[in-house]
């Protein structure tokens, strides 16, 4: 099955504010359905706005899995830009950031821009932190703005309707 993209009503109603420079904090939620909770959906929840760097994330979920720790997350950057078509068939990404490229003709997350990987915090809910590590790997696209987005690596067991939340900071390049 193709991967599905979900996308966080504010994402386009908010959209990235990148004229005025310094750094700013965004946080951005959505009430992700348990029956939308599967490794084929992708949540779009941010934006990394053009000329701009990850400074810090943090990723804070409810308790998304009700019978066990299964539940993994990953968060990275979505093959699709700001404000694009989203990745399908007859219409490959055209992805080519931060020298990584995707041309899938599906949403994805871009291999090696990842923030957290099999993050598990979903398993019982919590906040998790990761390392300033990824920064340097995303680095910075000066021509477009790209999306921050979820996916669940496992599927929950049981999984559960909760809160995804993810809060991050910015600078200028």
């Not at 009700?66 to 979505?78: E, M, Q």
């Not at 950031?97 to 041309?103: A, E, H, K, P, V």
């Not at 590590?133 to 680095?139: K, L, N, R, V």
Request: no cysteine; net charge negative.
């Amino acid at each position: 099955m193709p991967n599905a993209l979900i996308i966080d009503p504010e994402l386009y109603s908010q959209p990235p504010v990148n004229a005025v420079p310094g750094a700013r904090l965004v946080s951005r939620s959505i009430e992700a359905l348990a029956a939308q909770l599967v490794n084929t959906n992708i949540f779009a929840l941010g934006v990394l706005p053009a000329g701009h760097k990850l400074m810090f994330v943090a990723l804070e979920t409810d308790d998304l899995d009700a019978a066990g720790p299964t539940v993994t997350i990953h968060v990275g950057i979505l093959n699709t830009y700001y404000n694009e078509k989203v990745a399908a068939v007859g219409n490959s990404a055209a992805y080519n950031s931060g020298g990584q490229t995707n041309i899938a003709t599906q949403p994805e997350l871009v291999s090696g821009h990842n923030i957290f990987t099999s993050s598990t915090v979903a398993q019982s809910g919590g906040r998790v932190n990761p390392s300033l590590a990824f920064t340097d790997a995303i680095g910075v696209d000066y021509n477009k703005d790209r999306i921050i987005a979820v996916q669940l690596g496992v599927d929950p067991t049981s999984a559960q309707t909760g809160t995804i939340n993810l809060v991050y900071g910015l600078d200028v390049a």
